[in-house]
Nanobody, 123 residues
Framework: QVQLVESGGGLVQAGGSLRLACAAS????????VGWFRQAPGKEREFLAA????????YVADFVKGRATISRDNAENTVHLQMNSLKPEDTAVYFCAADQLYLGSTVSEWDYWGQGTQVTVSS
């Protein structure tokens, strides 16, 4: 198993930036794909970005492309999500997820999840 803990959320003004972190512990982190998702109140959890085990390839959802960057540091067992030009509609709980076999946007396919970190963007 792998345990995930998100951090870096908070209150930010529109137009600002946040760098979220997903710290992993447990089994060899470099064996896992890692993804970032978010869930706004009353809405379904949605895919934002994902990264391969060694960070060689990244995938970003079209609706945040150009504003979101995912990266990882396997030596530190951490994956980051940089979000720029934040908008009030980016307000949500942000989650990271990990899986050894799946790298995609379907929430139910990811095996391991963190508890989430709240991001609130004020106008």
């Amino acid at each position: 198993q792998v345990q995930l803990v998100e951090s870096g959320g908070g209150l930010v003004q529109a137009g600002g930036s946040l760098r979220l972190a997903c710290a992993a512990s447990g089994r060899t982190f470099s064996n896992y794909y890692v993804g970032w998702f978010r869930q706004a109140p009353g809405k379904e959890r949605e895919f934002l970005a994902a990264i391969t085990q060694r960070g060689g390839s990244t995938y970003v959802a079209d609706f945040v492309k150009g504003r979101a960057t995912i990266s990882r540091d396997n030596a530190e067992n951490t994956v980051h999500l940089q979000m720029n030009s934040l908008k009030p509609e980016d307000t949500a709980v942000y989650f990271c997820a990990a899986d050894q076999l799946y790298l995609g946007s379907t929430v139910s396919e990811w095996d391991y999840w963190g508890q989430g970190t709240q991001v609130t963007v004020s106008s």
